[in-house]
């Protein structure tokens, strides 16, 4: 019997030997295409900027505009196209429209390579040459990720329309193999699920499979009544589960339970394909019809790599090409196994796994009129046709629509087509030999990769790394997986059983109560206490600095090391709390889900962090290497450090400032906002259970006019931290300016304070970017970040565009309490907030045109709808005030220098932001915007420690940026000392790059 290897070799030399026999160029269009392709191969930095260049392309709209893009794109590069470029530059100048118009003509040609028709008058052409061939197709409507519900239910229409249409084009075709054609209708379908409903959160499964059923039911119904199949496509891991659960419950509905023609795609590169599949399975068999499985390797995998690399978590994909392979191969096997109940269509152009699929099926003894190969448009030709003669059955999927809503997948091709590790490259490119080609994938996997390059895993403490570059982050949770959803529906439900609790003081090591309790309520239900905090009065203030103090003067002497630790343990019990503390957040200052699991990953960073910034500051360094003498530069710390803390990041702020402090060697009293005491109580508990020392860390809760004022006043209170209102930091700066009787320090100030943050869009920014991260940007939270954007700026000539996007995209925005998972906008934090917000809109009522607001809020809560002001100009009070909630001014200007001069224009530099794919313009900002944290084609919220320190100038704060390896040393007193170190002329060699700490006693090791 011949083992299965051989087989495959044989039917791969087979499939070679027809695809030599009708020889093809690697890309079938010659020319521009071919060259490019041909650079891209050889020269990394050309192709990103191919790639992006193509992207750009289709949004530009002026002959000037893209002969500007293409000498920023190319112009300084060392490659084979750059003298291509000049020249084409310099005819440009004198005939603009003409080089743009070929040069837009050789694109779109690019990617009709890809594209099968603009619409489905246009594609019928197409699929009548293929039936001609005996190819069959499926065929998909371009463009994903919609913005707003607006853009979902046109989809919706489109898949439609192409359904009746080409039914009626296609009612008389055959199956091209004549036989088990009942499995395979002639009109296939091919739908992605995140065209079809915008507010989709990996959190709320339940949310988006109620929406996406009901725009699916007529869809089904119609296709159905056609006799045409529909297919979900996969598409990025986020929102895998979503769609299998979703196929799952339309298809088990009693209106489709027997229907068969229907499936879906399985993505090998997913290490939890195989689970994901067998479960598929057992559904199937559960339900008792048949349904059928596209099993691709997966498009997306440079997304999947990037992304978990950004968060630090493990990909969930592959790392190794031949594993994805292997398990292709593995999965084959399983769904020919499994024949009885499913039926398999292969999504691939890679022989090796083509030829392995017809081994296992003839091994199987599955009839080859009973599965499918499926192949993409405009690509692998030759193999296509080497499949029908050889007998097999062959669909091709042909994309339809634009060129702009089609860019994501033509780039996705073409990085497919480039690349290093794929199979057509490999072939037709790169000749390498059938033999090789034809390896089992299982012996070319390489003993495992713990993680990609880039993924942030370095975490040894290096002392000349930029300080981010050493430090690895906690991942964010990922609420893709129901056991995270899960743990996070039993958080709440936990904490909510102990809403009501009581929370004492915590001053030098004892727990302290008052007469008076301070209620917190829930802002999403005004009428729930989520906890009471101990009220502290001016008596206890002091009681706190004498604790303080006294602890001090230990503390300070206690070795960097023992001081990190504690961090490091406060980190790791917040990191095993982690669930329990999001869902008090979500209770007692409205944060949704994913947010509050944020800050109190950012909590975390920050202990960690500090920890790891304090070992490299700790160990005094030596100043100069000299002969004969040595000075050690190293730190003190300042002495009792007062934190103020507001609600918005309730635990990662207070935290923040907190451990910065202890670890630096300083005494900490801690206020928590008075609107989130209960996160700051559960701070306090963390760090007692994690060790820390009576009197180095205290828990003042209570009125800031009274034990704040108190103490930002007192003479023992050494330095201040606080972030808040501009009102309360300018205060607090000019009373700290006062030297008090006995006061030892000139009190050191830290003060972030709040922003009137900018965005400006170029005119050829990526909309779907824009208007997906301003909306973010502007309403996430409520709006009650102090990143959050509040001003939009658009340039005149793309106001129209983004703004018929941006308003559906308001629109749909999903609205309610945030214990719900999958809630973009919850309630603001109090009444005075709600108050205070719903006057600024008045005041935007008047000042300017109230372009937007959303209609349907909670009726019980302090809910303010989205809301959006256009016409807004300059000077007007909410372009210039801080509003801190979810409204948005948009501010029309000429070009980008008026635009800079708007943005720069407020009292504020906290964060602003710059959506464009211009490089120069790009370079430009980047140099010219005022903020201490500027975001380029991203959200201009959500700084991570380490990665993006964070903090403003001019009124937004006093410079510091938190997360920063600079952050410490605004809690320390620097120092320097120096000693003689020759006697009589002689003098040791070198002097250690790093001493001891200068600690007496010695600390016994
Ligand atoms: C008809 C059809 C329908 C499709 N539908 C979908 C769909 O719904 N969803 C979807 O995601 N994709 C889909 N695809 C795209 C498909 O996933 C890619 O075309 C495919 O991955 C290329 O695989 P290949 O076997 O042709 O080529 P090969 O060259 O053998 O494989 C390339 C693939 O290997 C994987 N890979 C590359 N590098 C690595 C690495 N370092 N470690 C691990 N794995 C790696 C990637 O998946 C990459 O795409 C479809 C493809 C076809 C032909």
């Known amino acids: 019997m011949r083992s299965l290897q051989s087989d495959i070799e044989q039917r791969g030399a087979c499939i070679f030997e027809l695809v030599d026999k009708h020889p093809e160029r690697f890309f079938s269009k010659a020319g521009f295409y071919q060259r490019l392709m041909a650079l891209s191969m050889h020269d990394e930095r050309f192709k990103t900027q191919l790639f992006r260049f193509v992207a750009v392309l289709p949004s530009l709209r002026r002959s000037s505009e893209i002969i500007q893009h293409l000498e920023e794109y190319f112009s300084d590069g060392n490659d084979g196209f750059h003298p291509l470029v000049s020249l084409g530059v310099r005819v440009a100048r004198l005939v603009p429209w003409m080089s743009a118009a070929v040069l837009r003509w050789n694109v779109s040609e690019t990617a009709r390579q890809f594209i ?71 009109l296939n379908l091919s739908v992605k699920i995140s065209a079809l409903y915008s507010q989709m959160s990996p959190a709320a499964p339940a949310d988006a499979i109620a929406h996406l059923c009901s725009k699916l039911r007529p869809l089904l119904r119609r296709a159905r009544e056609l006799g045409a199949f529909i297919n979900f496509d996969m598409e990025s891991y986020a929102l895998k589960n979503t769609t299998l659960e979703l196929f799952k419950t339309t ?25 994901d599949l067998r479960d598929l399975i057992e559904w199937g068999r559960a339900r008792g019809t048949r349904f059928a499985v596209r099993l691709v390797k997966g498009a997306y995998w440079d997304y999947e790599t990037t992304k978990s690399g950004q968060n630090g978590s493990n990909p969930p994909v592959f790392l190794q090409k031949p594993e994805s392979d292997a398990n292709f191969e593995e999965l084959t096997r399983v769904l020919f196994e499994n024949e009885a109940i499913v039926t398999a269509a292969f999504g691939s152009h890679n022989i090796r796994s083509i030829a392995h699929a017809q081994a296992v099926a003839d091994e199987l003894r599955v009839d080859r009129s009973r599965f499918e190969f499926q192949l993409l448009y405009g690509m692998a030709g030759p193999i296509k046709r080497a499949l029908v003669e050889m007998g097999y059955r062959v669909r091709e999927y042909c994309p339809i629509g634009e060129l702009l809503p089609g860019m994501a997948y033509l780039v996705r091709r073409l990085l497919e087509n480039t690349s290093n590790e794929g199979f057509l490259r490999a072939k037709f490119a790169g000749n390498v030999p059938a033999k090789e080609l034809l390896r089992d994938p299982k012996e070319l996997i390489k003993a495992p990769v713990a993680r990609i390059a880039g993924s942030n895993q370095k975490n040894g403490a290096s002392l000349r790394a930029a300080a981010g570059d050493i430090f690895r982050n906690a991942p964010l949770v990922s609420f893709i997986y129901k056991d995270s959803q899960d743990k996070m529906e039993s958080a709440l439900r936990e904490v909510r059983k102990r809403l009501g609790e009581k929370h004492p003081l915590y001053i030098g090591g004892e727990k302290i109560w008052t007469d008076h309790l301070t209620p917190s309520v829930n802002p999403a239900e005004p009428t729930e206490i989520v906890g009471y905090g101990t009220e502290a009065g001016v008596d206890e203030a002091e009681r706190a600095v004498k604790a303080a103090r006294a602890a001090f003067e230990k503390w300070r002497w206690t070795p960097f090391e023992e001081r990190a630790q504690l961090l490091e343990r406060a980190a790791d019990i917040m990191e095993r709390r982690r669930y329990e503390l999001s869902a008090v957040e979500v209770f007692e200052v409205g944060k949704p889900w994913s947010e509050a699991d944020a800050d109190i990953r950012e ?83 963390v760090f007692e259970e994690a060790g820390v020392p009576p009197g180095v860390l205290n828990f003042l809760s209570g009125h800031g006019s009274v034990v704040g004022a108190h103490l930002v006043d007192h003479k023992d209170v050494d330095l201040v931290a606080f972030t808040g209102s501009r009102e309360v930091g300018l205060k607090i700066w000019e009373s700290a300016g006062i030297t008090r009787p006995g006061q030892r320090e000139l009190k050191r100030v830290i003060c972030e304070m709040g922003g009137k943050n900018a965005m400006i869009v170029d005119t050829d920014a990526d909309l779907d970017e824009t208007i997906m991260y301003s909306i973010y940007s502007a309403f996430g939270f409520q709006g009650q970040k102090c990143s959050a954007l509040s001003r939009l700026i658009l340039l005149e000539e793309n106001y129209g565009r983004v703004m018929e996007r941006l308003i559906p995209a308001a629109a749909s925005l999903r609205i309610g309490n945030p214990e719900q998972p999958g809630i973009m906008v919850g309630p603001v934090i109090d009444e005075a907030a709600y108050r205070r917000i719903l006057e600024y809109i008045e005041i935007g009522r008047k000042e300017a045109t109230l372009a937007f607001q959303a209609k349907e809020v909670p009726p019980r809560g302090y809910f303010i709808p989205p809301t959006i002001f256009t016409d807004v100009k300059p000077h007007m009070r909410i372009a210039r005030e801080e509003i801190f909630g979810p409204v948005l001014s948009v501010l029309k200007v000429r070009d980008l220098d008026e635009a800079l001069e708007v943005a720069n224009g407020t009292d504020y530099a906290l964060t602003a932001g710059f959506f464009s794919r ?61 000693e003689n170190t020759s006697r009589h002329g002689f003098a040791p060699e070198q002097s250690p790059e790093y001493g001891d700490e200068f600690l007496w006693p010695k600390p016994r090791r």
């Open 918 to 978: 211009s490089p120069d313009n790009i370079e430009r900002v980047k140099a010219r915007l005022e903020a201490g944290n500027v975001y380029i084609n991203r959200s201009c919220t959500g700084a991570i420690v380490g990665r993006h320190p964070f903090g403003g100038f001019k009124m937004s704060g006093s410079g510091t940026k938190a997360g920063g390896e600079d952050y410490l040393l605004h809690f320390l007193v620097p120092r320097v000392v120096t």
């Open 251 to 275: 298809l088990t509905e009693a209106e489709f339970k027997d229907w068969p023609h229907a499936g879906i795609a399985i993505q090998a590169y997913l290490r939890d394909s195989e689970h």
């Open 603 to 685: 909590a975390i960073d920050f202990c960690r962090f500090y920890a790891q910034q304090m070992r490299r500051l700790g160990r005094p360094k030596l100043t100069q290497q000299v002969p004969g003498e040595e000075s050690y530069h190293h730190y003190w710390p300042r002495g009792v450090a007062f934190v103020i803390a507001p609600w918005n990041f309730p635990i990662a702020i207070l935290c923040g400032m907190a451990s910065a402090g202890i670890v630096t060697g300083n005494a900490v009293i801690m206020k928590p906002s008075e609107q989130s005491i209960i996160c700051g109580a559960m701070l306090m508990q």
């Open 116 to 186: 099968a028709g603009r619409n489905p008058h246009d594609v019928i052409a197409t699929l009548r040459k293929r039936r001609a061939q005996k190819i069959g197709f499926t065929v998909d409507v371009l463009g994903e990720a919609v913005v707003s519900e607006a853009e979902a239910d046109e989809y919706a229409a489109r898949y439609a329309d192409l359904l009746d249409k080409l039914a009626r084009e296609t009612k008389d075709w055959t199956d091209p193999l004549g036989k088990s054609a009942e499995l395979f209708p002639v």
